[in-house]
């Protein structure tokens, strides 16, 4: 069965420091992968889709995210924190196959002055 | 584009109330999917429709859950004699078949609190 796993479930940066947040995946075939981003009390946004197309995607918000087959990886990374920034991220995998996004169980991210 | 709706935002209950909440999909997208999101955890995948066919459904969806889509178009997801475990965010999500992305795009999510 499909897995997601996101290490870390806090994280914390300064304001202008680099952001990682990581997701690793298991799947014996290379799935769709999503990052995704909740404020509170709210629904998901997109910030990112890896489709095969290319290895480093570019997502909204100065986000991009790196699929690395070898290590089944797709870290979400952003070069400079904003305060903005603050909130919930999850990371999902589509088989293709099966109908269902299987999500991690999140990492939240604060923002420090 | 509207973006998914769903109503209500909130909702306050009794243990043993019934419940219905409703989804309302990006209009041209023929799937609409059903989330359930517990504090501190990701969403974890309840039922799924295509047009108005509920084709998969979760081990999580118990007797007490159903769903449906009677016209392609909004769901209903009802909990009958609810329990405080039933206290979660209730995500909707809907995508296009055609897109090949399987990118999901959900609504802003129906918060229940069962007492």
């Known amino acids: 069965a499909q897995s997601v796993t996101q290490l870390g479930s806090h994280v914390s940066v300064s304001e202008g420091a680099l952001v990682l947040l990581r997701c690793n995946y298991s799947s014996s075939v290379p799935p769709y992968l999503f990052w995704y981003v909740q404020y509170p009390n709210q629904g998901l946004q997109l910030l990112l889709k890896y489709t095969s197309a290319a290895t480093l995607v570019k997502g909204i918000n100065g986000f991009e995210a790196e699929f690395k087959k070898s290590e089944t990886s797709f870290h979400l990374t952003k070069p400079s924190a904003h305060m903005s920034d603050a909130a919930e991220y999850f990371c999902?995998?589509?088989?293709?196959?099966?109908?269902?996004?299987?999500f991690g169980t999140g990492t939240r991210l604060q923002v420090t002055l | 584009d509207t973006g998914v709706s769903q109503d209500p935002r909130h909702k306050i209950t009794k243990r043993g109330q019934n419940v219905t909440f409703r989804c309302d999909p990006i209009s041209e997208h023929n799937r609409l999917y059903w989330y359930r999101q517990t504090l501190g955890q990701g969403p974890e995948f309840l039922t799924y429709f295509q047009n108005e066919a509920q084709l998969e459904k979760s081990r999580l969806l118990s007797d007490r859950f159903s769903a449906e889509r009677p016209k392609g178009s909004f769901s209903t997801l009802e909990i009958q004699r609810t329990e405080q475990g039933d206290s979660a965010m209730y995500l909707c999500?809907?995508?296009?078949?055609?897109?090949?992305?399987?990118?999901?795009?959900f609504g802003p999510g129906t918060r229940l609190t069962v007492l």
């Open positions: 999500a809907s995508s296009i078949r055609a897109s090949g992305t399987h990118e999901q795009f």
């Open positions: 999902a995998a589509h088989t293709g196959t099966a109908s269902k996004l299987t």
